[in-house]
Nanobody
């Protein structure tokens, strides 16, 4: 069984920063990629960022230049550094791990950007 646990969400003012963490544990045959999606109320889920085991990175257009994803393969941990946060970044951020042909998801962590 695989567990994905996110942390680091919270309330932040516009222009501020937050760092999200995601830890995977359990029996994982092979990890191909880890990353983050987000979903705001009434909106579709969208890609925030993903990173492969080999280090290939993709960002959603709305976060390029502001967010940075990184990972520690040995710890099965991925981080999302979010800078210059905007109210439109408010959403539930969910971490996933893709491995062995399966996507594993965490429960999500809420990020609220508001003054």
């Amino acid at each position: 069984q695989v567990h994905i646990v996110e942390s680091g969400g919270g309330l932040v003012q516009p222009g501020g920063s937050l760092r999200l963490s995601c830890v995977a544990s359990g029996s994982i045959s092979s990890t191909i990629a880890m990353g983050w999606y987000r979903q705001a109320p009434g909106k579709q889920r969208e890609l925030v960022a993903r990173i492969s085991t080999g280090g290939s990175i993709n960002y959603g257009d709305s976060v390029k230049g502001r967010f940075t994803i990184s990972r520690d393969n040995a710890k099965k941990t991925v981080y999302l550094q979010m800078n210059i946060l905007k109210p439109e970044d408010t959403a539930t951020y969910s971490c996933y791990l893709y491995g062995g042909g399966i996507n594993y998801w965490g429960k999500g962590t809420l990020v609220t950007v508001s003054s």
